[in-house]
């Protein structure tokens, strides 16, 4: 699967967790026109390259053992040994529990091997350190999506881009849950928009979807319909 991103200095796309990809707005074979092709093209799984302590906390220099552990880690992941880098990433929040990148990479392993709860208490005690982290927000509003949380999920996405309004992984991912999940059409259409808008270059994908879904509401007279809440 492909991550779409933004790349930013101090995270790394998920793809260490299967195949290393870099900076990249191509998308893979699994992202199609359908309906589970688009579900899953944007997971917001990214992992932080660099150990980051609390925003609560004064900053301070990140111990070099702890970066050093931190970089073990991500050899493993670049192996593609996730046991020894969940091994890695514990020892981090065991010794350095206010660090809160570890965290979020935990949430993130834990997602990709289906351990939604593990990957929730994870992903929870990051956004504690860290609330205005983009990275396990998107995390945490895909994992409340699978869970039907819809309404979690969007806050989740919104609480991302009001903080970082070029984030192109939450317009995605709001796009998706708009579209597809709350059925409201106009909103994901304006999502779709502002995704094409910051990411590294447009998607025809996208583009397509936006379309399609333009022809629905005008032929409809549909404003969208909010969907159920979670």
Known sequence: ???????????????????????????SDEWGGSERGRDRADNGERIERQVSRSRRQPRRDVDPAAQAMFEKALEALYSNNLRAAEA???????????????????????AR???????????????????????????HGVLMRKRGAFRKAEEAYLSCVRVDPDNAAAHLNLGILYEL???????????????QSVADSPDARVASWIAVLARRVAANGSRGTPGASS
């Open 1 to 27: 699967m492909h991550i779409y991103k933004r790349c930013i200095s101090w995270l790394l796309p998920l793809a260490v967790l299967a195949t290393v990809v870099g900076c990249s707005t191509a998308p």
């Open 113 to 139: 091997a289906g351990r939604d709860k593990d990957a929730l208490a994870a992903l929870d005690q990051a956004l504690m350190l860290a609330p205005d982290d983009c990275a396990p927000l998107v995390q």
């Open 88 to 110: 890695w990433l514990v020892r981090i929040t065991e010794r350095y529990p206010d660090y809160a990148s570890p965290w979020t990479n935990l949430g993130i392993i834990y």
């Open 181 to 195: 999940y709350l059925g409201r059409l106009e909103d994901a259409i304006r999502s779709y928009q502002r995704y």
